[in-house]
């Protein structure tokens, strides 16, 4: 049975860090792209980060560029986001997407989602 499931979300005071990480089952991990896409209340699904089944091609949307990693080990099928400097504006829920072949901004175009993870940057 295919599964992904988030953890890591919680509450931090702007300039905190955490970590989410994106446990995989079910299907052939190494096979698979895997993103993190984010959804603020009123807004639209946006990808935030990507990587490639190798690890040879990573991407970050503009707003998170120096400030969040992306990472896989593929021995524990697991892709984690280290996310540092956070922003108020990073406030969303965070859900992990994999799907087969290159990276993709458009969240349609994956195959399977997790169930999210809430994360509140907050003083």
């Known amino acids: 049975q295919l599964q992904l499931v988030e953890s890591g979300g919680g509450l931090v005071q702007p300039g905190g860090s955490l970590r989410l990480s994106c446990a995989v089952s079910g299907f052939t991990f190494t096979n698979q792209a895997v993103a993190w896409f984010r959804q603020a209340p009123g807004k639209e699904r946006e990808g935030v980060s990507c990587?490639?089944?190798?690890?040879?091609?990573?991407n970050y949307a503009d707003d998170v560029k120096g400030r969040f990693t992306i990472s896989r080990d593929n021995a524990k099928n697991t892709v984690y986001l280290q996310m540092n400097s956070l922003k108020p504006e990073d406030t969303a829920v965070y859900y992990c997407a994999v799907r087969g072949g290159q990276c993709s901004w458009y969240a349609g175009s994956w195959n399977y989602w997790g169930q999210g993870t809430q994360v509140t940057v907050s003083s």
């Open positions: 990587i490639t089944r190798s690890g040879g091609s990573i």
